[in-house]
């Protein structure tokens, strides 16, 4: 479809499949005219917000006499059916709940003036897994998708979607959803599916009661925070470099485009102003991370020159809830005093691919 001159869509469920996607489409599109892109929530807010700009004037409303100079293929994960303004001739979509496949689905053929290639046809292709063996297996069968959604939400939406082979919007909104949520009997394998979904429902209630405790007090905010997830997630600040002057009172840091920013470690009354300009320019160069694959904590005492900028975590515990990292040669980072950033992964950062970790 690119080839042919194309605005395709590809949409993955999760950041490492769309980054491995986009690597195997940018590979297999090298020395064409196609060109191909990746947008997901890895990247540093000012990359992102880079990307999201550069795709939105190709795919949005404006994007009519840019369509047609090439095909392009721009993958991403589930930033791609939000709130951006972008129109795709043709979609890939890797199988996801009904409510989802209908966003992304709303992403084909949204502006009905742009002209379209001679020979396109409004279609969509959801890569799923057979009933049959998800229904036994739904985490093999499912992979990595399991983990972000329910795969009993997921069996449910193959079943309503089997025979689907033409789609009307809106009309076929309301039967599609009424299909994969309505209760029904199951076979005894989607039963214990559905059990477990109930299972993990009453745990993130349990948990969201726990956040405060009678005679206690409230729990950590910082803790609480991350108990809706299975995944726990920090923010990481980024930088190419950082210079101590303790005698002075300030930090010189490298941003990933080569400014430098001094940071005064206190800030009089009178400097309220400049110090929120710098807290905004600092959040440009941040990103949130899996807890698990994000570098060392180095603890809320050696971050403390960064107060002014961030909340750091409680002053009663020094693990900090800010990770800091330092990206040198060939995009891989670094702590920045030294010692191994992460004993588990390599991890590494790139404008056009975003924030990484490989196993060691």
Not at 227 to 239: A, F, N, Q
Not at 338 to 351: I, N
């Amino acid at each position: 479809r690119a080839d042919s001159g194309q605005q395709v869509l590809w949409i993955e469920n999760t950041v490492s499949e769309a980054q491995e996607m986009f690597k195997l489409l940018a590979a297999r599109s090298d020395g064409t005219a196609i060109e191909c892109g990746l947008l997901h929530s890895r990247f540093t807010h000012a990359d992102r917000e880079t990307i999201e700009k550069i795709w939105v004037t190709l795919y949005g409303a404006d994007g009519a006499a840019k369509r047609c100079e090439r095909g392009r293929i721009l993958v991403g994960t589930q930033v791609l059916e939000q709130s951006l303004d972008i129109d795709a001739d043709f979609l890939v979509t890797r199988h996801c709940p009904t409510d989802m496949l209908l966003q992304r689905i709303g992403r084909l053929w949204r502006h009905q003036y742009h002209q379209r290639l001679a020979g396109a046809k409004c279609e969509a292709w959801i890569v799923s897994a057979a009933f049959e063996a998800a229904e036994q297996n739904p985490n093999e069968a499912f992979g990595k998708s399991a983990k972000v959604y329910s795969p009993y939400v997921l069996l449910r939406t193959l079943q309503a979607w089997a025979d689907v082979e033409t789609l009307s919007l809106p009309s076929d909104i309301r039967g599609l959803l009424e299909r994969t949520y309505e209760a029904k009997a199951e076979s005894e394998a989607m039963a214990k599916h559905k059990a477990k979904l109930q299972e993990r429902k009453e745990m993130l209630e349990r948990f969201a009661l726990q956040s405060v405790s009678p005679g206690l007090g409230a729990k950590s905010d910082t803790n609480v925070a991350t108990r809706y997830s299975d995944i726990d997630s920090v923010e990481l600040l980024l930088l190419k470099s950082i210079s101590h002057n303790h005698a002075a009172g300030e930090t010189t840091v490298t941003l990933l485009d080569g400014q430098k920013l001094t940071l005064p470690h206190e800030f009089a009354a009178g400097r309220k102003r400049e110090q929120r300009q710098l807290s905004a320019r600092l959040a440009t160069q941040t990103l949130q991370v899996a807890d698990y694959a994000a570098p060392a904590d180095l603890g809320r005492n050696s971050l403390m020159w960064l107060k002014p900028y961030f909340f750091l975590g409680e002053p009663s515990r020094n693990e900090s809830i800010l990770r800091v990292a330092i990206v040198g040669d060939g995009g891989y980072l670094k702590l920045p005093g030294g010692g191994a950033v992460s004993d588990k992964y390599e991890l590494s950062y790139h404008p056009r691919l975003g924030y990484q970790y490989e196993k060691r």
